[in-house]
């Protein structure tokens, strides 16, 4: 991939007007995505007492974060952030509340637990969608703009290793239900947050009057099928890496200490990808590159599935890391370039879904495949089917806009554009359950 030699500075991101307020207080909300999926998973194990129903309510929790997310982005676009998020937030935080006085103690009837954590997933804020439009809207030009996906991007990726760690501070000193509590609190300070910033203020919903043809979902799905697809693969990847790195492991006898430092240079090689790719002006095609980089993740997986020793292994998946999170940005970027402003939070929202869904697919694959093949051929049909999926990137005229100077729909309004007034909305973790 050619580059031009100008460096952009990820400072003039954080130098856009009320960037730094929007972003954090987003980041502070999308924080409860890696702290309440754990301490619910812990608060009902401890109060059911049984793993397996641990295991079908979280089953529940994640499907309903993952299969309503675009018709939560949907509510977005058509009614804005503030009019949107508010009703969802106190949804959300209704069925968590609910849900902690059900697991303080133990005998929680399961048809309750499932019904409310099922509930409390169909209704939470999609604050990283909403974040994603608002850096559309605000960023001066497509350079920028894949500048603040990159700091988007690396940013969750911190959030889903704290989110955690975190939850394992709390249940050293309290019962788990606390982590409940404390993802609620943070999800509805950062949202509370977010609506109330003048860049998020700035943001208009649809006109009502504007066609319904460009807000269906299957239309909106058909015109992003692309990083749609290339994202499942991404994700695919990641939920296969998980167990495979533990069976790999265990083959040779190191212990989960081993598996969790292989990991964490796969999250690291993330991160440096990331910041690289936003720091560098691509002359290339944002489809080109997608292609490029799901060809560069399939073959580091196909090398890992060759490594002789652990180290080996490290290697290789820290190499494989370095394309994930271009790749999930970059995908976000083709998407918010194939619509029109109306679904702008829709679209980011199915690339999200694809990802997720894909983690999901990947993790039950892998465990399928290793109890049938060695664990290097699990890895190289892993790197199989990320190239597969990321191959087809179909060449088609953009509706993109000029980023800089927009207006209208989830553009900016000239107040906010200004600076001068308020104005009239991954990589993705392995492990995230929420629409991050």
């Keep these: 991939m050619s580059a031009i030699s100008t460096r952009p500075s990820y400072a003039a991101v954080l130098r856009i007007p009320y960037a730094r307020r929007t972003f954090a207080t987003a980041l502070l909300g999308r924080l409860s995505y890696g702290v309440v999926p754990l301490s619910v998973m812990l608060a009902v194990t401890r109060a059911s007492g049984s793993y397996a129903v641990a295991g079908t309510v979280m089953a529940l929790f994640g499907a309903t974060v993952v299969l309503l997310a675009p018709a939560r982005a949907a509510l977005i676009d058509r009614y804005g952030p503030c009019r949107a998020l508010v009703p969802l937030l106190l949804a959300h935080l209704t069925a968590l509340g609910l849900l902690t006085v059900a697991v303080w103690r133990p005998g929680a009837p399961v048809f309750v637990l499932g019904s409310l954590t099922a509930f409390a997933g169909a209704c939470v804020p999609p604050l990283g969608p909403t974040m994603r439009a608002v850096w559309s809207g605000i960023a001066e030009d497509r350079q920028q703009l894949q500048r603040a996906y990159s700091l988007d991007g690396v940013a969750e990726e911190l959030l889903f290793v704290s989110g955690p760690l975190l ?140 490594a002789p020793g652990l180290g080996t292994l490290t290697l290789a998946l820290t ?118």
Excluded: K
Excluded at 249 to 265: F, N
Excluded at 278 to 301: E, F, K, S, Y
Excluded at 384 to 405: D, E, H, I, K, M
Excluded at 417 to 435: F, Y
């Design 167 to 306: 939850v394992g501070v709390l249940a050293g000193f309290t019962v788990p239900a606390v982590g409940i509590v404390v993802g609620a609190a943070l999800m509805a300070a950062g949202t509370a947050g977010f609506v109330t910033s003048p860049a998020v203020r700035g943001m208009r919903p649809a006109a009502p009057s504007a066609p319904r043809g460009t807000g269906g979902g299957r239309r909106v799905l058909g015109r992003v099928r692309g990083p749609v697809g290339a994202a499942a693969g991404v994700g695919l990847a990641l939920g296969s890496l998980d167990l495979l790195v533990v069976v790999f492991a265990g083959q040779r006898g190191h212990g989960g200490a081993s598996v969790a430092w292989v990991l964490a240079a796969l999250s690291a090689g993330s991160a440096v990808g990331g910041l690289l790719n936003g720091a560098v002006a691509w002359r290339r095609p944002a489809r080109v590159r997608l292609a490029l980089l799901a060809l560069g993740l399939g073959l580091a997986l196909l090398g890992a599935g060759l």
């Design 319 to 436: 190499l494989a890391g370095v394309f994930v999170s271009p790749a999930v940005t970059t995908a976000y970027l083709i998407a918010d370039e194939a619509v029109t402003p109306e679904v702008r939070v829709r679209a980011g929202a199915w690339v999200n879904t694809a990802t997720n869904a894909g983690s999901t697919i990947g993790a039950a694959g892998a465990g399928v495949l290793a109890g049938h093949l060695p664990v290097g051929a699990c890895f190289a049909l892993t790197g199989v089917a990320v190239l597969l999926t990321g191959a087809f990137q179909p060449v088609r005229r953009s509706r993109a806009r000029p980023v800089q100077g927009r207006s209208g729909v989830w553009g900016r309004s000239p107040q906010v554009r200004d600076g001068t007034g308020e104005g009239g909305g991954g990589v993705l973790s392995r492990r995230r359950s929420g629409p991050a």
